[in-house]
């Protein structure tokens, strides 16, 4: 599985971006994804993930963030709304054959770098 994340950018405080991480591989479908971040000096965090209909989020983002997924178009997205200047960060997108994998996935897309002014 490949992976491909795209759609960060500069936005001002209470802005939204959609990140979208697109897949090769034709049981991505199956796959749990997720998004996690990355901000300057702290360690990397799992923002949210997706499995089947299941999703998952950080309390930080519960209730701003939502991800869902496409998969005629082998894509899972990150609509980031109600952005705070603390979500500023590099965003990975990344999968695995279940939700459990997680924790580590194996399968991981570059960084987008989302910036959050204030």
């Known amino acids: 599985v490949q992976l491909q994340a795209s759609g960060g950018g500069l936005v001002q405080a209470g802005g939204s971006l959609r990140l979208s991480c697109a897949a090769s591989g034709r049981t991505f479908g199956t796959y749990a994804t997720g998004w996690f971040r990355q901000a300057p000096g702290k360690e990397r965090e799992l923002v949210a993930h997706?499995?089947?209909?299941?999703?998952y989020y950080a309390d930080s983002v519960k209730g701003r963030f939502t991800v869902s997924r496409d998969n005629a178009k082998n894509t899972v997205y990150l609509q980031m709304n109600s952005l705070k200047p603390e979500d500023t960060a590099v965003y990975y997108c990344?999968?695995?054959?279940?939700?459990?994998?997680?924790?580590?996935?194996?399968?991981w897309g570059q960084g987008t770098l989302v910036t959050v002014s204030s």
């Open positions: 990344a999968a695995g054959a279940s939700v459990a994998t997680m924790r580590h996935p194996p399968y």
């Open positions: 997706i499995s089947g209909r299941t999703t």
